[in-house]
C-alpha cells in the first residue's frame, strides 16, 4: 500500500496473527506499550482484534509494517482514535521483531503512517504518548517531527517503580517543513 525507504504499510492479513500474538506478547514490546498490566493475550483475543479491523470503521486503523527487501512482517503501527471534528488523530506503533529495532524501521513506518494521515485524511495535528523510559521511541518521534507537548507525572506504574507518560504531537505545518527539508 505505501511504500518508503525500508517498509511498506500494507492491511494485516491472516497469516500475520500468529507472529502479531508472538509480538503483542514479547516483554520489551508489552512494557513499551501496554499501559494496563501486561498479562499475555490469548490466541482468541488477536483473533477477535483482527475481526474487527475495518476499512470501514473511520475511528481507527491498523497497518502491518513490512520490510521491502524479502518482504517479512515485522510489526504495526495505526490510529489508534480519530477526532474528525478537530481533526488530530492518535497514534501508536511497535517493532515486533528485536532484529529490526533500532535500525530506523520504526522512524520510516512512522514517517508513511503520517504521509497517510495528512495527505489522505486531511487530519491537522497527529499525536502519541510514550513512556519516558523508552529513549529509543523519543529519539524516533522527534525525527520525524513530534515535539513534547507536556507529561504526565508518574502515570505509568512499571516494574515496582512509577514513570512519566511523555506527550508528542506534530501538526500538519511542521509535518511539511520536515517533508521539504528532505
Not at 514513570?163 to 528532505?182: F, N, P, Y
Amino acid at each position: 500500500m505505501l511504500s518508503g525507504k525500508k517498509v511498506r504499510l500494507r492491511a494485516y492479513r491472516r497469516e500475520d496473527l500468529p507472529l502479531a500474538l508472538e509480538f503483542i506478547n514479547d516483554p520489551e514490546v508489552k512494557t513499551n506499550l501496554v499501559v494496563g498490566i501486561p498479562f499475555p493475550f490469548k490466541p482468541e483475543e488477536e483473533e477477535k482484534w483482527y475481526e474487527s479491523i475495518s476499512a470501514a470503521k473511520p475511528e481507527s486503523y491498523s497497518f502491518a509494517i513490512e520490510t521491502l527487501d524479502e518482504p517479512r512482517y515485522i510489526g504495526g503501527c495505526g490510529l489508534n482514535k480519530v477526532d474528525w471534528k478537530n481533526r488530530v488523530a492518535q497514534v501508536g506503533i511497535f517493532i515486533g521483531l528485536e532484529l529490526f529495532r533500532g535500525q530506523g524501521y520504526g522512524t520510516d513506518a512512522m514517517n508513511l503512517l503520517l504521509r497517510f494521515i495528512f495527505d489522505q485524511m486531511n487530519m491537522n495535528k497527529v499525536k502519541l504518548e510514550v513512556f519516558s523510559f523508552n529513549a529509543r521511541a523519543i529519539k524516533s518521534y522527534e525525527k520525524c517531527g513530534f515535539v513534547k507537548e507536556g507529561v504526565m507525572r508518574q502515570e505509568l506504574f512499571r516494574d515496582g517503580k512509577y514513570h512519566d507518560i511523555v506527550t508528542m504531537g506534530i501538526l500538519r505545518e511542521e509535518w511539511e517543513k520536515v517533508q521539504s527539508a528532505k
